[in-house]
């Protein structure tokens, strides 16, 4: 049967967020009313789901109640419960230490090394082939570097590159949307690598197809968008 208390220690570590929401609603379809789940993550979209969350930092209460009263929606509760953190220690939001990618004997990116610091907006220049975009590739964990490393947030992308990417949105220099999904299936699609739940996901997509005036385009295929 259901037992009356079930610990799970971080389940979802390493999973995709769609399989993520899936495990969430396969426990709650497990256990019964009477059941108390005590569910650990460092997934804030996560916790936002819970009934109610106890967020720790460095072993210290900072919020403890339910996540609908500290804000209505996903983004929003990520955002209040980095307010409540002290002050980051951080020097740098993004850093690249001695970025590398080599190709054979061709080095893409060599010793490519910065700091990025919160609010700034930072230019990275170069003629074509300079390695511009093999670093941003890199750095959203879409090539694996050959030396060195980068980190986001502090999150190394090469030890924890799901965490890091979570901190993450990119713009590619190509077009980018899935050619065989319609245009909301790619909204849906993005909205879920990129931790938005269940919940608030619909919602999300139908802000931007307001905002973007894509409702007569919608359900086409990307590949035939005009």
Not at 190 to 204: E, M, Q, T
Request: charged share 25%; glycine share 8%.
């Amino acid at each position: 049967g259901s037992p009356d208390f079930l610990v799970l220690d971080e389940p979802s570590v390493g999973v995709d967020p769609i399989s993520r929401h899936d495990l969430m609603e396969m426990v709650r379809k497990l256990i019964t009313p009477d059941t108390t789940v005590l569910w650990s993550t460092a997934y804030l979209d996560e916790a936002h789901s819970f009934d109610t969350a106890v967020v720790l930092d460095k072993g210290k209460v900072i919020y403890n109640g339910k996540p609908d009263d500290l804000a209505r929606d996903t983004k929003e509760f990520e955002e209040k419960v980095i307010d409540l953190m002290p002050d980051s220690e951080l020097s740098c939001t993004v850093e690249a230490d001695n970025l590398e990618k080599k190709y054979g004997n061709f080095y893409a990116v060599k010793n490519n090394s910065f700091c990025i610091q919160r609010g700034e907006i930072f230019g990275l220049l170069g003629p074509n082939g300079a390695g511009k975009s093999t670093s941003f590739k890199m750095m959203c964990g879409l090539a694996k570097p050959t030396g060195g490393t980068a980190r986001i947030m502090g999150i190394d992308i090469l030890e924890n590159p799901s965490k890091a990417r979570s901190n993450l949105g990119y713009m590619a220099q190509k077009f980018s949307l899935y050619g065989n999904l319609t245009l909301r299936q790619n909204l849906e699609f993005f909205a879920s690598v990129y931790g938005i739940n269940f919940l608030n996901k619909d919602k999300r997509v139908d802000e931007i197809i307001d905002i973007f005036n894509f409702h007569d385009i919608q359900d086409m295929k990307s590949q035939d968008l005009p």
